[in-house]
């Protein structure tokens, strides 16, 4: 397997696996009459084969965002398997760059406002800005967040050129606190638990809202960098607060 799983809690798994540029995570979240994998990891295959070794109940599949190592090989697993896919419209084309994998827009079920699992209830919500489709998904009852991408795990990126600008990004980070405001035992279950040993919580939204803050008032390092990804030559700075080791944003997309 090219894969490891770990129990987190009863019926819920992580799945990670040791990619290439940087270990990922996918989730599998078992409800009373059928469950949601969230994320497909980047190469590994067999992830269908073992989701159906943890349940028999059936299964859909949640693409958080479109880069290939959160939607990889194992996407095509669950669709032979006749499981309902769902996918942002706006992040097909983002997938296609990252992972080279054209697939028709028509293959992605749209989100709907819950994902009901029966004695799970998933609520999805909207958190654009890392990419123009990106989700979140909360289970509320148990305070637990799984965010793929879209705040980070201790560093991310929005300067890719398919990324939000920065305010855009900070007002929807304001309305993902305001959903779960009440949540203070809140986890967030993010797709590069690596990234940040210490288990996060509702304090690692507030100081991702700080950061970008800082840079949006004018308190951020103004110095550029720059990377190059997928041939393009791309500009950027980075800030941090607290528990966000490092933002990287594009200083002409604020």
Known sequence: MDFTVQPI?????????NAPEAPVDAYLVVGSHSALMIDALEDASGVWNEVRRLTQLPVSLAITHGHGDHAGVALDEFVQAGCTVYMDPADVQPLAQTSGRVYAPDLFTPYPSIIDLGTVQMEVLDVVGHT?????????????????????????????PHSAPLSVFAGQLRGLMEQVAGLHDLSILPGHAYQQPRPLGFFYLWDVLTACR???????????????????????????????????YNPRKL
Request: charged fraction near 25%; hydrophobic fraction near 35%; glycine fraction near 14%.
């Open 132 to 160: 123009p489709g990106s989700k979140v998904f909360l289970d509320r009852e148990r305070a637990l967040l799984f965010t793929g991408d879209a705040v980070g795990s201790g560093d991310f990126w929005m300067q890719l």
């Open 9 to 17: 809690m009863r019926g819920v798994y992580r799945f990670c696996e």
């Open 214 to 248: 800082n840079v949006l008032e004018g308190r951020a390092d103004p110095t550029d960098q720059e990377m190059t990804l997928g041939g393009e030559r791309l500009i950027y700075r980075t800030a941090g607060h607290g528990s966000l080791n490092c933002m990287c």
